[in-house]
């Protein structure tokens, strides 16, 4: 679990909008690492792991190369851009990519 600012506005399906800038703790859960759960103190909010990087600048975007080479080389990188092993979780307790996207 870490505590980032939000690079951009968070729009949420509910019409909640968490303004660029607010500090989130961002947790996910090894039962479920598909999952990210954001908490600013008033708003708890689930949202897809794989997409922190878009709101978040201590987490990475990743390219269809990126998880072509967790795949093939058997080294990954986790959410926070930590280096793990394909099923491993980063010293922050962010999964791997592949974990993230339950390709295993």
Request: charged share 25%.
């Amino acid at each position: 679990m870490i505590t980032a600012q939000c690079k951009k506005d968070l729009k949420l399906k509910s019409g909640i909008v968490i303004p660029e800038g607010t500090n989130m703790t961002i947790e996910v859960k090894e039962e479920n690492p598909t999952i990210a759960y954001l908490d600013d103190g008033e708003n708890q909010i689930k949202v897809s792991s794989i997409n922190l990087g878009k709101y978040f600048n201590e987490f990475g975007t990743f390219t269809g190369d990126d998880l072509q080479d967790a795949i093939t080389d058997g080294a990954c990188v986790s959410l926070d851009m930590y280096d793990v092993e394909p099923d491993g979780w980063s010293e922050n307790g962010f999964p791997s990519i592949l974990l993230a996207l339950s390709l295993i």
